[in-house]
């Protein structure tokens, strides 16, 4: 089972355009709307890999009442703790011609420290009738400390869960020092943690941040792949020639392939396997954490890993 930790939930909009023009009228070809944010693409890309999952996420106002509908209609079982502050809203165009993608996504907004309290409780609560993976995504919202991610991750722990952290800036050492189960982050966010170039080899930033911590790394590195370090053993996981127009939300459907097959008990070179083919079914298609199980099935046998 996997619990989602959903701190910076959004309604995410993904505009398809012929092409984009700055300063002119556009008319979309199609608009994908969705639950968005890291944790709930994460969650998603999970449960449609058939994986049990339960989010846990703090909406507010209208926006939250749409996104916690659309949950339910997408089959995620969610636990909705309530704040005052309107849900956020992030914007993507992508434009057909030439593939590129322009994005908006306003700041989360802070939550109080009532609400982050509740959530405190709810998380505990879940994390100890619920076996598996506590999964905590995104970085925290504005004006919680730089430790409130770690808190949760040493939650986790006290209650025997394992956990996996994919988080980026301030919020990044104290949670990779709180020895979460799984560190699943990008190369930059890896360089950036260990104050390194952001060309510095794979297997090095990997060796690096494990060092700060005691479980498993997992770096991602866009189209090239990814590269898992378990103790003194990595492998180097990649899917050639198959490059989509649409990679946001690519890396969280990243983790709920891996923490779906970790969850089973899957080794891990077959948790990668099933993690770069969700990475590369999600950039197939607009709107993030969205793809067919079916894709992932067929490209999962066209990933490459190595041991290196």
């Known amino acids: 089972m996997i619990t989602v930790a959903a701190l910076a939930p959004s309604l995410d909009l993904t505009y398809l355009v012929d092409r984009l023009d700055h300063g002119r009228i556009h008319r979309p070809i199609e608009l994908v709307r969705c639950a968005g944010g890291k944790p709930l693409n994460m969650a998603r890309s999970a449960a449609t890999l058939g994986a049990d999952v339960e989010v846990i996420a703090v909406l507010g106002g209208p926006t939250g009442d749409i996104l916690a509908g659309t949950l339910v209609e997408e089959g995620v079982s969610t636990t909705v703790v309530t704040t005052p502050a309107e849900t ?48 905590i995504s995104g970085g925290p919202p504005r004006e919680l400390s730089t430790d409130a991610i770690a808190s949760l991750v040493r939650i986790g722990g006290r209650t025997g869960a394992r956990v996996a952290v994919d988080t980026h800036g301030p919020a990044l050492p104290a949670a990779v020092r ?12 890896a360089a950036d943690l260990l104050e390194v170039p952001h ?32 103790g003194s053993v990595a492998y180097r996981a990649s899917l050639p020639d198959v490059h989509g127009h ?5 890396g969280d459907a990243f983790l709920g392939g ?6 089973r008990g899957a080794a891990l070179i077959d948790g990668l396997r099933t993690a770069v083919a969700a990475g590369a079914a999600n950039a197939l298609v607009p709107g993030p954490g969205r793809f067919l199980a079916a894709a992932v099935t067929a490209l999962r046998r066209q990933v490459d890993v190595i041991q290196s």
């Open 88 to 135: 956020r809203t992030c914007v993507s165009i992508a434009a057909a011609d030439d593939g590129s993608l322009t994005e908006v996504y306003e700041y989360a907004p802070a939550i109080p420290l009532e609400v982050w309290d509740r959530l405190v409780v709810v998380v505990s609560a879940a994390v100890e009738r619920r076996s598996g993976w506590l999964s």
């Open 178 to 189: 709180a020895e979460p189960a799984l560190v699943k982050i990008n190369r930059y966010e």
């Open 199 to 230: 060309d510095t080899d794979l297997r090095r930033l990997a060796e690096g941040v494990a060092e700060l911590s005691c479980g498993l790394v997992v770096l991602t590195d866009a189209h090239r792949g990814a590269l898992a370090l378990d």
């Open 246 to 250: 649409y990679p946001v939300g690519s």
């Open 258 to 263: 891996l923490l779906t097959e970790l969850d």
